[in-house]
T-cell receptor
Framework: EPEVTQTPSHQVTQMGQEVILRCVPISNHLYFYWYRQILGQKVEFLVS????????KSEIFDDQFSVERPDGSNFTLKIRSTKLEDSAMYFC???????????????FGPGTRLTVL | AQSVTQPDIHITVSEGASLELRCNYS??????LFWYVQSPGQGLQLLLK??????LVQGIKGFEAEFKRSQSSFNLRKPSVHWSDAAEYFC???????????FGTGTRLKVLA
C-alpha cells in the first residue's frame, strides 16, 4: 500500500541553523501539506501546496519557513534559522485531490522529530 | 472560526470494557470529520471519516463514530477495548474549499490489563 515517507526520523540542530525536512508524498497525489505537533500539544496546520505554489498557510508559517517541490517526488520544508520553539514533530501529508472535498482525505507520514538545542 | 474540542485529556479503561471518546466541533456548515490514532513515536493513522450520508460510521480496528449535528459532536466508540488500543486519539475537522485540517488536543487512552 502506498504511503507517505519522511526523512530523517529525528533531526537535532543548533539554534540558528537551517534545517530541511524531507517528504515523499504518495506518487499520484497533487496536494501536499505540512503540520507540526509541539510535544504534548495538538497537531497544527502549517501550509498546503498545490501546482508548485502555496495554496494556504497559517500564521505559524512565517518568513523563516519555506516549502519546495524540487523534483517530481520530494516535498521539503525548510526552516531558515531555527529557534528553540521550533522543536516539534513535523508531519507531511498528501491528498489526491483537495482534501475535504467529496470525501478526500489527507494521508500522513510518520513524522520528523526536530530538536533545536 | 472553526474549532475542535476533545474534553477528555486522559481516559483509562479496563481491557474488554467499552470506550467512548468525545469530540465537539464548531463550524457553521456541515464539516468533514475524522478520527486519527497515534501510537507512541508513530504517525497519524486514519480510523474513520464522515463526509455525508449515514451518521454512524464504521472504521478500522472495530471503531465506530456517530455524527450528531444537533450536538455538534462526533464521538468515537468501541464496544470492547484491547490492550493494543492504548494510544492517543485525535479528532479533526476539514471544511469544503479549505486545505487544512483542524485538530483537537487529543485524548490519551490507557488500557488496564
Amino acid at each position: 500500500e502506498p504511503e507517505v515517507t519522511q526523512t530523517p526520523s529525528h533531526q537535532v540542530t543548533q539554534m540558528g541553523q537551517e534545517v530541511i525536512l524531507r517528504c515523499v508524498p504518495i506518487s499520484n497525489h497533487l496536494y501536499f501539506y505540512w503540520y507540526r505537533q509541539i510535544l504534548g500539544q495538538k497537531v497544527e496546520f502549517l501550509v498546503s501546496f498545490y501546482n508548485n505554489e502555496i495554496s494556504e498557510k497559517s500564521e505559524i508559517f512565517d518568513d523563516q519557513f519555506s516549502v519546495e517541490r524540487p523534483d517530481g517526488s520530494n516535498f521539503t520544508l525548510k526552516i531558515r534559522s531555527t529557534k528553540l520553539e521550533d522543536s516539534a514533530m513535523y508531519f507531511c501529508a498528501s491528498s489526491p485531490r483537495l482534501a475535504g472535498n467529496f470525501g478526500n482525505e489527507q494521508f500522513f507520514g510518520p513524522g520528523t522529530r526536530l530538536t533545536v538545542l | 472560526a472553526q474549532s475542535v474540542t476533545q474534553p477528555d485529556i486522559h481516559i483509562t479503561v479496563s481491557e474488554g470494557a467499552s470506550l467512548e471518546l468525545r469530540c465537539n466541533y464548531s463550524y457553521g456548515a456541515t464539516p468533514y470529520l475524522f478520527w486519527y490514532v497515534q501510537s507512541p513515536g508513530q504517525g497519524l493513522q486514519l480510523l474513520l471519516k464522515y463526509f455525508s450520508g449515514d451518521t454512524l460510521v464504521q472504521g478500522i480496528k472495530g471503531f465506530e463514530a456517530e455524527f450528531k449535528r444537533s450536538q455538534s459532536s462526533f464521538n468515537l466508540r468501541k464496544p470492547s477495548v484491547h490492550w493494543s488500543d492504548a494510544a492517543e486519539y485525535f479528532c479533526a475537522v476539514g471544511t469544503s474549499g479549505t486545505y487544512k485540517y483542524i485538530f483537537g488536543t487529543g485524548t490519551r487512552l490507557k488500557v488496564l490489563a
